[in-house]
């Protein structure tokens, strides 16, 4: 019984460690969804394996002269349009409406209009909400991205450009790839591009809702594979504390 007393206490802490070897695996994960990515491009995920979730079409869209268009038009007018499927904990049948503007016939750099500011852009808009009073009518939010931040932004490890911007209180991104190192290649209109958010964004994370994700298997960007296993491993943490709990306290209750 002594000894029973004595090695419990090690079983706590053994418990414990694993618990923390789990949380650390997490971190990790979380620290390498907001690493700038040095990995080769790939169709399914141009980001890496940790970083982002693509929404549809996940395999992008190519961009053309052809698509580009000199000024703002109605949103649902928008040549390139993607809908998150709600997988991996996004917003299902969520659109983003985008635009790309060449030589903005509206152009005035003095102007405080996002539309009107630059000359050439990438535009993107999604809808907040109808009135029940005025049903066809729309709350849009919107953002404006130069071409010249694309530019900016251009790693030539990966051939892809990623923006990151604010959309309806979320941080979103576009990722233009290129089929060469050559960022010219963004101002003739010939790159693919894609629409991305992560939940383990840095700056941004939800410590609640990446334990649920974490407990169900479905981290963001995750090797099925890997997230299953680090679920698998949280369960059996939680449930052996609890066993391990339990064990030291029904001596105590009657008839126990």
């Given at each position: 019984?002594?000894?029973?007393?004595?090695?419990?206490?090690?079983?706590?802490i053994?418990?414990?460690i694993?618990?923390?070897t789990?949380?650390?695996?997490m971190?990790?994960?979380?620290?390498?969804?907001?690493?700038?990515?040095?990995?080769?491009?790939?169709?399914?995920?141009?980001?890496?394996?940790?970083?982002?979730?693509?929404?549809?079409p996940?395999?992008?869209?190519?961009?053309?002269s052809?698509?580009?268009?000199?000024?703002m038009?109605?949103p649902?007018?928008a040549?390139?349009?993607?809908?998150?499927?709600?997988?991996d904990?996004g917003?299902?049948?969520d659109?983003?409406?985008v635009?790309v503007?060449?030589?903005?016939i509206?152009?005035?750099p003095?102007s405080?209009?996002?539309w009107?500011k630059?000359n050439?852009f990438?535009?993107?808009?999604?809808?907040?909400g109808?009135?029940?009073?005025?049903?066809?009518?729309?709350?849009?939010?919107?953002?404006?991205?130069?071409?010249?931040?694309?530019?900016a932004?251009f790693d030539?490890?990966?051939?892809?450009?990623?923006?990151?911007?604010?959309?309806?209180?979320?941080?979103?991104?576009?990722?233009?790839?290129?089929a060469?190192?050559?960022?010219?290649?963004?101002?003739?209109?010939?790159y693919?591009m894609?629409?991305?958010?992560?939940m383990l964004?840095?700056?941004?994370?939800?410590?609640w809702?990446?334990?649920?994700?974490?407990?169900?298997?479905k981290?963001p960007?995750m090797?099925?594979?890997l997230?299953?296993?680090?679920s698998?491993?949280?369960?059996?943490?939680?449930?052996?504390?609890?066993?391990?709990?339990?064990?030291?306290?029904?001596?105590?209750?009657p008839?126990?």
């Amino acid at each position: 019984m002594g000894g029973e007393t004595v090695f419990k206490p090690f079983v706590i802490i053994f418990t414990v460690i694993l618990l923390m070897t789990t949380m650390v695996m997490m971190l990790q994960h979380m620290a390498l969804s907001a690493a700038t990515v040095d990995q080769p491009m790939q169709n399914e995920s141009p980001v890496g394996e940790y970083d982002t979730i693509l929404i549809t079409p996940n395999t992008g869209r190519i961009v053309t002269s052809a698509q580009t268009v000199n000024e703002m038009e109605h949103p649902t007018k928008a040549n390139f349009i993607y809908t998150d499927n709600g997988s991996d904990g996004g917003l299902t049948g969520d659109v983003k409406y985008v635009q790309v503007v060449r030589n903005n016939i509206n152009f005035d750099p003095t102007s405080t209009d996002m539309w009107k500011k630059y000359n050439d852009f990438i535009s993107i808009q999604r809808k907040t909400g109808t009135s029940i009073l005025t049903p066809l009518s729309a709350t849009w939010n919107g953002a404006a991205i130069p071409l010249s931040a694309f530019v900016a932004a251009f790693d030539g490890k990966t051939n892809t450009s990623k923006v990151g911007f604010q959309l309806s209180g979320n941080n979103d991104t576009i990722f233009l790839h290129l089929a060469s190192n050559d960022t010219g290649l963004i101002w003739a209109n010939s790159y693919t591009m894609y629409y991305g958010w992560s939940m383990l964004r840095e700056g941004k994370v939800n410590f609640w809702g990446t334990i649920g994700l974490l407990m169900t298997a479905k981290m963001p960007g995750m090797n099925p594979v890997l997230s299953l296993f680090i679920s698998g491993m949280f369960w059996a943490v939680i449930c052996f504390m609890i066993f391990t709990m339990v064990s030291r306290i029904i001596p105590f209750i009657p008839g126990g």
